[in-house]
């Protein structure tokens, strides 16, 4: 069954409204539905057949009636069986009075419900027809609600039968903002969908556009949110060529050294780890901070001591001897800095001025450590600007403060209704989606978000009046405080698509190329932090735009949006303009990278990154995204309550449960990383406690760490040296942060353990004191007993924590996204998308072919069969096409005339096609399969692969119309439309 989706419009009746006004569009509605009437009420099927299917007069803009271009595009080949069609009317009772379609959609329903025009149908184009007719507000939330429950109706009721229905969106005429807000339906549920495009001059049988898929989406997104393990890993199982960037190279060999020699990092190496982290800005950003800059002076400090022989000891040196051999902490290093420069004065050596003028590292890394803190704005920018950071900084790293919002306006022929776009965008607060998305918008003093407006406009001279409208309006819009608005002018480009003629129908294959194409050098030149296309205009520009921005936005990690806008009246009868963002802008693939990039986060307990990379999505995943930051805005409420710290301890239990359950599969750095989180998360300073007490005392005398042992009551404290065995552990949690990269020395969260249970005389962890066993615990196993004994220790000390559901709430995320994860569409990996048990396939094809799936698979090589079917053609009229000759553009014989062949039909094929045989398939070639929809025994090589010179040497798939199963049975009642029905396009 095939589902059409079309949002009724004026040209369903024929009835051609462009350049008239309003009250010349009522009139001529009115005549177009009294007329359509007349045949109903007299039962003239054969009439209602004409004004459905014929093309009207000749002086109109349409070729043919909207419905008619799609109905054709959908008729079986010749021999096909019959396809079952629904068609959903979507029709508007919103909007000024004369625009309703309401009026219209009931005649055009009543009409496909006629036996004369349903058998009609069936006789002429050998579709069975019905019709159904949903409203469809202007106002996305509300109006779409009905065809998302309507589809997903009709959805499983076909899965019932297991199969699952084609749907195809009208995008030729209606209200853009419902088709759109259509297509967003049928993109939620996750169909296979269509969008029905016009044709072109002369053409009787719309365009079905296909979504392109960008599998490489994943990778890119981990790479740009500083994955690089993760994006690594991806790229090594699905497209290994993505390994080969020098830059991506260089940051997966220094995780690598950081895994295996610690020690050994440099200070570039924690530049470029800082820079990461930084990028990123999420909480706890600034953990390397600390590290880099005391390295960062010990290399300049070294350079000095090679230029000066007597040169003082470096200043860490100088600090560990006076703390009795301890590691410093960076701000006793600065505090010496201040001594030596006060002591020198002029001669102050320029490691201790570099130092005591980047003090403010020390604030950083601090707040990151022991508050858990993201970063602010500022900071991040301070951080990224520095010379020693910003080289390190990957081109294809995002980061807060580069680029801006750009939206991208198609300006129609028509004067706006009410307030121009660029005046709604600017006088109106950012979205909350957008802002989630931008990098660092969310930040501490992020402050305004930055707008740019790219106008897109025909040659037609009404259309650029309406461009430089909007750019005016831009000039003296009331700017939201949201908005940054500088001294100079918001930037605003303009760019002249053509299109000139006023017919959408004539015009549409070319303005989709053109527009294609100039946003695509747009955005390589702008790289804007987001994208923003405005559904105004020739809907050819809007998609034009769209197919674009999804194509450079999945390549470059950048959030992408539709967004329209309705004009909505108050109690005071005002009108407020209110954007609504349409969710069918980001691909399935780009989607499945935004889940991947969230589980990423959340397995890092990123939050933050978590949370902007899910409100990048669509509907569903911004919920997703409100949860994650309720998460977040937990955790730090309970970290940082200095006021009655131990009330939070179960949220604090529940994140060391969590770290212990995410740590096996936990990259090192993510590693250190949680350690640091954990460590700070159960350290407080303020007084009044009786849980959350570190045991600051435990060292070699007091003979290692017993956990058998009772904890002792509150009342006996005083009375006793023991604090209780989940204070030791608390201690050992904190004193393991100390020994790590990120902090102020060069080990691992493993051997930082060890060294710390070795300074209590290697007695390890005694379990039992009634057993002299003493082990040797993980990490993991350090957070899970410190667990038992908090809970244990809170009962015994009649603290009663408040209850927690924050780990089931991690998990619960988590698994939802997991579960998203699986339930996407297949990549090309995806190999066992076509299980077809053939026992033969016969190569029908000139030449062997080779299937190489690229994945450690061999090769498979198909011998040609010596038979060749080909496509028989009628004998075409030749004319002559002139075109420029570009290798003498400006000479005397600047054009050359070329022959054309036009109107060649297809008439058969020679020799003709084997007869199907049970568990056999034949290889052709596209074109072929795609003339006998009908025959699912039909494959062909896809997604091939070139050498050097561009020469096929195998592909990577085979691909077929119907379905595996189908396929495997030879036979099947499917039938799909041929290449120059369904799958021409306007690329």
């Given at each position: ?11 369903d ?17 009115k ?7 007349d045949?109903?009420?007299a ?18 803009r ?11 595009s ?16 979507l029709v ?24 004369g025009?349903h ?13 159904e007719?949903l ?27 297991g ?22 339906a ?25 979504r ?5 989406a994943?990778?890119h ?8 393990e993760?994006?690594r ?29 610690p ?38 400090h ?6 000066d022989?007597?040169?003082p ?14 590691p ?5 290093v600065?505090a010496?800095a201040?001594e030596r ?18 003090g ?19 900071e991040?920018?301070k951080?990224l600007?520095?010379d020693e950071?910003?080289p ?10 580069r680029?801006?919002?750009?939206f991208?306006v ?5 004067a706006?209704?009410g307030?121009?776009?660029?005046e709604?965008?600017?006088?109106g ?12 918008a969310?930040?501490?003093?992020a ?9 897109l406009?025909?040659?037609?001279p ?6 430089l ?8 819009a ?11 002018p ?14 959408e ?23 804007p932090?987001?994208?923003?296309i405005?559904g ?7 998609l ?48 499945h990278a935004l ?15 978590a949370?902007?990379v ?7 995943m911004?919920?997703?995204a ?18 009655d710290?131990?009330r ?7 994140l ?14 993510t ?20 849980l ?12 290692g760490?017993d ?13 006793t040296r ?13 004193r ?15 051997p930082?353990l060890?060294e ?15 057993s002299k ?6 990490y ?5 007993l ?13 603290v ?9 709430d991690?998990d619960?995320?988590?698994a ?7 339930a ?11 299980r077809?048990?053939a026992t ?37 009229q ?20 070329l ?24 290889l ?5 399969a795609e003339h006998?929809p009908h ?15 561009g ?10 119309l119907a379905?595996?199963?189908d396929?495997?049975?030879?036979q ?5 439309t ?10």
């Amino acid at each position: 069954m095939t589902i059409i989706v079309h949002p009724v419009g004026q040209g369903d009746l024929r009835n051609d409204i462009v350049g008239l006004s309003s009250l010349e569009r009522q009139d001529a509605q009115k005549e177009a539905q009294k007329k359509t009437k007349d045949l109903l009420d007299a039962k003239d099927a054969e009439g209602l057949l004409g004004l459905l299917l014929e093309p009207p007069a000749k002086d109109s803009r349409f070729s043919a009636p909207p419905l008619s271009l799609i109905l054709r595009s959908l008729c079986p080949a010749a021999g096909g069986p019959t396809r079952m069609v629904t068609v959903l009317l979507l029709v508007s009772r919103s909007g000024s009075s004369g625009t309703w379609t309401s009026g219209i959609g009931e005649l055009l329903g009543n009409a496909l419900g006629l036996e004369g025009v349903h058998d009609g149908l069936l006789r002429k184009l050998r579709l069975d027809v019905r019709a159904e007719m949903l409203n469809a507000n202007l106002s996305e939330a509300e109006g779409i609600k009905s065809l998302t429950e309507r589809l997903g109706s009709l959805v499983s009721s076909q899965a019932q039968e297991g199969t699952e229905p084609d749907v195809v969106v009208n995008a030729i005429s209606g209200a853009s903002m419902i088709a759109l807000g259509a297509m967003g339906a049928a993109d939620r549920l996750g169909l296979d969908w269509r969008a029905a495009v016009a044709p072109g001059a002369g053409k009787d049988t719309a365009v079905l556009l296909d979504r392109t898929s960008y599998e490489t989406a994943p990778f890119h997104w981990l790479r740009s949110l500083g994955y690089i393990e993760q994006a690594r890993t991806w790229a090594g199982e699905y497209q290994p060529e993505l390994l080969d960037d020098d830059s991506f190279k260089r940051l997966c060999d220094l995780m690598k050294r950081l895994e295996s020699k610690p020690a050994d990092l440099t200070a570039d190496d924690l530049a470029s780890l800082l820079a990461l982290d930084m990028a990123r800005a999420d909480n706890g950003a600034g953990l390397v901070a600390r590290a880099w800059a005391q390295k960062h002076y010990l290399t300049l400090h070294e350079q000095e001591s090679k230029d000066d022989k007597d040169a003082p000891c470096n200043l860490v040196e100088e600090a560990t001897k006076r703390g009795s051999g301890k590691p410093p902490q960076l701000g006793h290093v600065i505090a010496l800095a201040l001594e030596r420069a006060n002591e020198l004065g002029d001669d102050c050596p320029a490691s201790v001025r570099w130092l005591l003028e980047h003090g403010w590292l020390n604030d950083i890394g601090t707040a990151a450590v022991h508050d858990l803190a993201a970063p602010s704005a500022s900071e991040v920018t301070k951080v990224l600007a520095l010379d020693e950071i910003a080289p390190r900084l990957p081109d294809w790293l995002a980061r807060p403060g580069r680029g801006a919002v750009l939206f991208i306006v198609p300006c129609g022929v028509g004067a706006p209704r009410g307030m121009h776009v660029t005046e709604r965008v600017l006088s109106g607060e950012p979205d909350k989606e957008i802002r989630r998305a931008v990098p660092g918008a969310m930040l501490d003093g992020a402050g305004a978000l930055t707008a740019e407006f790219l106008l897109l406009h025909s040659s037609n001279p009404r259309s650029k009046k309406t461009a430089l409208d909007e750019a005016a309006a831009s000039f003296t819009a009331r700017v939201d405080a949201g908005w940054e608005r500088q001294h100079t002018p918001v930037l605003v480009d303009l760019c002249d698509y053509g299109g000139d003629d006023e017919s959408e129908y004539v015009a549409t294959p070319s303005i989709m190329r053109t527009v294609k194409a100039q946003i695509a050098l747009a955005l390589g030149a702008k790289r804007p932090a987001a994208v923003v296309i405005v559904g105004t205009g020739q809907k050819a520009a809007v998609l034009g735009a769209l197919q674009a921005a999804q194509a450079w936005c999945a390549g470059h990690a950048a959030p992408l949006f539709l967004q329209t806008f309705v004009d909505e009246r108050n109690e005071g009868a005002r009108k407020r303009s209110v954007p609504q963002l349409h969710r069918l802008a980001l691909h399935n693939d780009a989607e499945h990278a935004l889940r991947e990039a969230a589980l990423h986060s959340l397995r890092s307990l990123n939050l933050l990154s978590a949370t902007r990379v899910l409100a990048a999505g669509d509907g569903d995943m911004d919920e997703l995204a409100d949860k994650c930051s309720a998460l977040r805005q937990r955790l730090l409420e309970v970290a940082n309550d200095e006021e009655d710290p131990d009330r939070g301890v179960g949220v604090l239990i529940d994140l060391l449960k969590t770290v212990a359950d995410l740590w096996e599969k936990a990259p090192e750095l993510t590693r250190m990383r949680l350690a640091v989180v954990v460590a700070e998360a159960l350290n407080f300073k303020t007084s009044g406690r009786k849980l959350l007490i570190r045991n600051n005392n435990l060292g070699p005398a007091s003979g290692g760490i017993d956990l058998g042992r009772p904890c002792p009551k509150d009342r006996g404290e005083k009375e006793t040296r023991d604090k209780g065995p989940h204070r030791d552990l608390l201690e050992v949690l904190y004193r393991v942060r100390n020994h790590l990269v990120v902090t102020h020395a060069d080990g691992l969260v493993k051997p930082a353990l060890r060294e710390v249970l070795k300074d209590l005389e290697g007695r390890g962890i005694q379990t039992d004191s009634s057993s002299k066993e003493v082990v040797e615990p993980t990490y993991p196993d350090m957070l899970r007993l410190t667990c038992t004994k908090l809970e244990e220790a809170a009962c015994a000390l009649g603290v009663e924590p408040a209850q927690s559901t924050w780990k089931d709430d991690v998990d619960r995320l988590m698994a939802d996204l997991e579960s998203r994860a699986r339930a996407r569409e297949p990549r090309a990996g995806d190999h066992a998308a076509l299980r077809v048990p053939a026992t033969v396939l016969v190569n029908l094809t000139p030449h062997d072919v080779v299937i190489d799936p690229g994945d450690g698979t061999p090769p498979v090589r198909f011998p040609a069969s010596g038979t060749v079917p080909h496509l028989v053609l009628s004998e075409p009229q030749w004319e002559t096409l002139t075109v420029a000759d570009p290798a003498r553009p400006d000479g005397p014989r600047a054009s050359v005339g070329l022959p054309l062949a036009v109107g060649a039909t297809w008439q058969g094929v020679d020799p003709p096609l084997p007869e199907p045989r049970p568990h056999t398939l034949y290889l052709t070639s596209r074109v072929v399969a795609e003339h006998f929809p009908h025959r699912t025994d039909l494959v062909w090589p896809d997604d091939l692969v070139r050498d050097a010179e561009g020469r096929v040497i195998a592909a990577r798939r085979l691909a077929c119309l119907a379905s595996a199963d189908d396929c495997a049975a030879g036979q099947s009642e499917r039938s799909s439309t041929p290449t120059d029905r369904v799958r021409e396009n306007a690329e």
